[in-house]
């Protein structure tokens, strides 16, 4: 499975970005798709996940300015981000989870990472 991330860049403060990721397999053989990130220095943090069957949980720095939302007919997932601050500056990473039959553990696929740059 391979994941393609984009729509990253240079934006100002209060600004919004949205971020896209597609797969190249179909959603219905995954149990959650979401989104992660980077800053330099630190450690990855996850910003928004959705569990099918579940809903979605997002991190606690980003709840009320971002939204995930998925369209699963196109095997996509996007990260609608409002009001952008400076601490946003990060590479976000999609993510997704396999669980097949059969298996014992999930499976984890990662994107390539799209940086995300939020001037003051």
């Known amino acids: 499975v391979q994941l393609q991330a984009s729509g990253g860049g240079l934006v100002q403060a209060g600004g919004s970005l949205r971020l896209s990721c597609v797969a190249s397999?179909?959603?219905?053989?995954?149990?959650?798709v979401g989104w992660f990130r980077q800053a330099p220095g630190k450690q990855r943090e996850l910003v928004a996940t959705?569990?099918?069957?579940?809903?979605?949980d997002y991190g606690s720095s980003v709840k009320g300015r971002f939204t995930l939302s998925l369209d699963v007919a196109k095997n996509r997932w996007y990260l609608q981000m409002t009001s952008l601050k400076p601490e946003d500056t990060a590479v976000y990473y999609c993510?997704?989870?396999?669980?097949?039959?059969?298996?014992?553990?999930?499976?984890?696929?990662w994107g390539q990472g799209t940086q995300v740059t939020v001037s003051s």
């Open positions: 993510y997704a989870d396999q669980l097949l039959s059969g298996d014992l553990a999930p499976r984890h696929f």
């Open positions: 397999a179909s959603m219905h053989s995954f149990n959650a």
């Open positions: 959705s569990t099918f069957g579940r809903g979605t």
